[in-house]
């Protein structure tokens, strides 16, 4: 039962990339991905953990965290599931309502929360490398010797 759903939904994923409207299969990934690029600079700046990692490990932050994400990426997973209604509507004379949630769930939040988190990690790096740059580079202070 589970392996047919499972098989139906990656066969209908398939078919939708050449049908009408397969714009989308590359322009709403492209657009939760400058998304997730923007909070994850975000996050950075404000020296927050990577997003998935603080989702898995801290349980009182994740009602926050599906909050943020929602405000982030919400559009962009509603305009893709409108646009798979209008595909299945054309192309299938019928609208599946999962079919189309999975549809929105797999262009919008999964690019978003597989990119957020390594763009916090790679910004995060890259701002301890320049203020150790800008440490060493200092001049330090001449030392004193101590007079006895």
Known sequence: MLGNVLSDIVQGMVSRTTGPLKFRFLLQPLMSTFLAIRSGLKDSRQGKPAFFWEFCEDPTMRRALISDCWKSVG?????????????????????????????????????????????????????????LRASESEPRPPRMKKVV
Do not use: E
Not at 75 to 81: P, Q, V
Not at 106 to 111: Q, R, S
């Open 75 to 131: 559009k962009i997973f509603i305009l893709a599931f409108v646009l798979d209604c209008i595909y299945q509507v054309i192309v299938l004379r019928w609208i599946y309502v999962f079919d189309a949630l999975f549809v929105a769930f797999f262009l919008a939040i999964i690019p978003y929360v597989v990119i957020r988190g390594p763009v916090n990690r790679i910004a995060s790096a890259g701002k301890r490398a320049r203020a």
